[in-house]
Nanobody
């Protein structure tokens, strides 16, 4: 059964860093755009990064630029989200999703993703 699975979440202090992983199984990640999303407590899920399948173009909301970085290793069938300078407001459940088209809809989670993971918790607090 095709699926993606997130890992790498945890608890960090403000200013810390985490690298999340998104591992694909039973399909070739190289043929899919990969998006990262998060859902903070009491808020809707939001798209925070996307990487295209064809040329590896990356996309971020303006508020995420400079702190978060998405990448992929197609040989390993894994995508990553490097998060630096974490703030308490970054606390939430982080999800990855694979989309067989492109990143056009990554800001609209309801319209993105053929495969979604179960999420990994990230907690930023002192």
């Amino acid at each position: 059964q095709a699926q993606v699975r997130e890992s790498g979440g945890g608890s960090v202090q403000p200013g810390g860093s985490l690298r999340l992983s998104c591992a694909a199984s039973e399909f070739e990640m190289a043929e899919y755009a990969i998006g990262w999303f998060r859902q903070a407590p009491g808020k809707e899920r939001e798209g925070i990064a996307c990487i295209g399948w064809s040329d590896g173009s990356t996309y971020y909301p303006y508020s995420m630029k400079g702190r978060f970085s998405i990448s992929r290793d197609n040989a390993k069938n894994v995508a990553y989200l490097q998060m630096n300078g974490l703030e308490p407001e970054d606390t939430g459940v982080y999800y990855c999703a694979a989309e067989n088209l492109n990143c056009a809809h990554y800001r609209r989670p309801d319209y993105f993703g053929d495969y979604w993971g179960q999420g990994t918790q990230v907690t930023v607090s002192s």
